[in-house]
């Protein structure tokens, strides 16, 4: 039954008409938690106190917020173009300044998303294949849709940065649930 639900509801999407907030997001809701998505409700305390220290540790001058300058001197990345990209992913509201709800959000997103990813990926090729996709979920009829959706350069394989890019937008859609 799902399957049929997900393909009508995909081509209601790609059609780009109908789609009232409240029925997509639960589209976009089913999708995600059907390849594996548990969210926040997946995560033991012990992990969002962990991202909650790692925040105050980017969050040098302790004002409550992460500035790119902090960013940059602390984080991982370091002063790159990598850097300021998932910065401003983190910066939801593009203030220009990341709050703690706006990291541990992002955290929880693509943290999980990034391990499923792995996960599906069984050859090691770095990319999400059709075949591949079809090996985790029940979806038939409704993969096609769903995967171009993911495969934003339409050349067959959906890399790291194109499955976090969907899979953040939709996480974070209201009504999903994830966050
Ligand atoms: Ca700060
Ligand atoms: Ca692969
Ligand atoms: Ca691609």
């Not at 999980?112 to 029940?138: F, M, N, P, W, Y």
Request: glycine share 12%; proline share 2%.
């Amino acid at each position: 039954m799902l399957p049929r639900i997900l393909f009508l509801a995909a081509l209601l999407a790609l059609a780009g008409c109908g789609e009232d907030e409240k029925s997509s997001a639960s589209r976009e809701g089913e999708i995600l938690r059907e390849l594996g998505a548990r969210g926040r409700a997946g995560l033991p305390q012990e992990q969002l106190d962990a991202y909650a220290a790692t925040f105050g540790f980017l969050d040098a001058d302790e004002n409550g917020l992460v500035s790119i300058e902090e960013y940059e001197a602390n984080s991982i990345f370091g002063n790159s173009f990598s850097a300021r990209g998932v910065f401003g992913a983190t910066d939801r509201d593009a203030s220009g300044q990341v709050t703690l709800d706006e990291y541990v959000e992002n955290r929880i997103i693509t943290d999980e998303a990034k391990e499923i990813h792995q996960q599906i990926d069984v050859d090691g090729s770095g990319g999400v294949s059709r075949d591949e996709l079809v090996l985790r979920t029940s979806w038939s009829d409704a993969l096609e849709g769903i995967f171009v959706e993911f495969d934003r350069d339409g050349d067959g394989e959906i890399v790291q940065i194109e499955w976090l890019i969907t899979w953040g937008n939709w996480a974070r859609l209201p009504g999903v649930g994830l966050v």
